[in-house]
């Protein structure tokens, strides 16, 4: 896997910073993006003597943004070999009828929109080029139910469904699509989607030994070094900790 650019979005934290960290060998170019900006520079100063970093604030879900990022990428970045659409939040745990709806559009707009943008301006070089590799971040959350998992579940359906789509647009070329599936991992997730409150946060993985943002790296090193003619469709990962439940029955109280 030597000398790849990598474009990872949502770079500042959890995931994205792991993926990066582990990209940041072999000559790889990486192109680090989020909103915050300190944490990309601090990524950018650690990795500087192994790598060659790029970083670009950026909110996924301002498409023009995203257009003026790729259009404006320095010469030696242009050519993007690995998209990790990464970039993604849950926001409150509430039913339905509870939630703020504010909420859901921002799930939307990022979870969604930020995938699709962020696609539809890399794949063309990728496909000019006949190479390229766009791995994108869904959640087990997007294959099985939850109370409270709503929009959040049904815009990482969307990222697996949208992740197959894109297999059947490509075939003929040789650009791989991978959508990986993570379950329950201890990031910056659950204190975004509980909104600061670090004790519900913490509370998510008491007594677990969770997924860890460095199983998500490994996970993403292994399916970008398979051969060119190997494609990882769907990879759901979980810690031995997490399983399913059975269907919840309403009773009547007799
Ligand atoms: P973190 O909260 O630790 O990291 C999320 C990253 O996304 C941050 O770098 C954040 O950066 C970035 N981000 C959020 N919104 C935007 C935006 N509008 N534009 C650009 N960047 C944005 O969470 P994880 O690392 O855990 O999450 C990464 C992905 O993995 C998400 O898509 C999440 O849904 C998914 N996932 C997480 C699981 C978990 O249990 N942790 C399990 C399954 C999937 P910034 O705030 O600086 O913009
Ligand atoms: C994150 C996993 O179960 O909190 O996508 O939705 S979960």
Avoid at 77 to 100: K, Y
Avoid at 135 to 162: D, L
Avoid at 173 to 198: H, L, W, Y
């Amino acid at each position: 896997m030597d000398g790849k650019t990598v474009f990872i979005t949502g770079a500042s934290a959890g995931f994205g910073a792991a993926c990066a960290r582990m990209f940041a060998t072999d000559g790889n170019r990486l192109i680090l993006t989020a909103r915050r900006v300190d944490p990309l520079i601090n990524l950018q100063e650690e990795l500087s003597e192994c790598a060659d970093v790029h970083i670009i604030p950026l909110d996924v879900s301002d498409r023009g943004a995203v257009q003026g990022a790729v259009d404006g990428l320095p010469e030696r970045f242009r050519a993007i070999d690995i998209l990790i659409n990464n970039a993604g939040l849950a926001l409150g745990l509430e039913p339905a009828h509870q939630v703020d709806l504010d909420d859901w559009e921002k799930m939307v707009d990022t979870n969604i929109k930020g995938v699709m943008y962020c696609t539809r301006f890399v794949l063309p070089g990728m496909v000019d080029r006949n190479c390229g590799h766009i791995i994108n971040i869904s959640s087990t959350a997007g294959a099985w139910p939850y109370p409270g998992g709503n929009v959040y579940g049904g815009t990482k359906a969307f990222v697996t469904q949208f992740s197959r789509n894109l297999r059947c647009d490509l075939l003929g070329t040789r650009v791989r699509v991978t959508c990986i599936q993570p379950g329950m991992a201890e990031t910056e997730f659950s204190k975004v989607r509980f909104k600061g409150n670090d004790e519900l946060a913490a509370g998510v993985y008491k007594g677990t030994e969770p997924l860890t943002a460095s199983d998500i790296a490994e996970t993403v090193r292994w399916i970008t070094s398979q051969p060119p003619h190997v494609n990882v469709n769907t990879l759901e990962l979980m810690s031995i900790d997490q399983s399913w439940g059975p269907f919840a029955i309403h009773r009547e109280q007799k």
